[in-house]
Nanobody
Framework: QVQLVESGGGLVQPGGSLILSCAASGFTLDDYAIGWFRQAPGKEREGVSCISSRGRSTAYADSVKGRFTISRDNAKKMVYLQMNSLKPEDTAVYYC?????????????????????WGKGALVTVSS
């Protein structure tokens, strides 16, 4: 059974940090690029960051570049999103998603419709 389970969400003050984790099971993580997406109330789900199947390529939305860092540990079947200098506008439900994509050169996408599997999300609230 394929599963992606996010954890690490919560309430944090502006300027604070959080680490989101995504635990993968039921499929071979090495063959999949992973994306982090978020959806704020009343807004469409948007791509935040992605990482290629072996971790050699990453990409970030302009809104989080320099503040968020994506990483993965395929041996542990985990993907992480380190979020620093959080702003109220980062408040959203954060989802991890997997796309079967293992290419040379390595690449990843933040295109919602291309994802094969989704987690159920973790709420991040940035507020004082």
């Amino acid at each position: 059974q394929v599963q992606l389970v996010e954890s690490g969400g919560g309430l944090v003050q502006p300027g604070g940090s959080l680490i989101l984790s995504c635990a993968a099971s039921g499929f071979t993580l090495d063959d999949y690029a992973i994306g982090w997406f978020r959806q704020a109330p009343g807004k469409e789900r948007e791509g935040v960051s992605c990482i290629s199947s072996r971790g050699r390529s990453t990409a970030y939305a302009d809104s989080v570049k320099g503040r968020f860092t994506i990483s993965r540990d395929n041996a542990k079947k985990m993907v992480y999103l380190q979020m620093n200098s959080l702003k109220p506008e980062d408040t959203a439900v954060y989802y991890c998603a997997a796309e079967r994509l293992s290419t040379i050169p390595p690449m990843c996408n933040m295109i919602r419709d291309w994802m094969d599997y989704w987690g159920k999300g973790a709420l991040v609230t940035v507020s004082s």
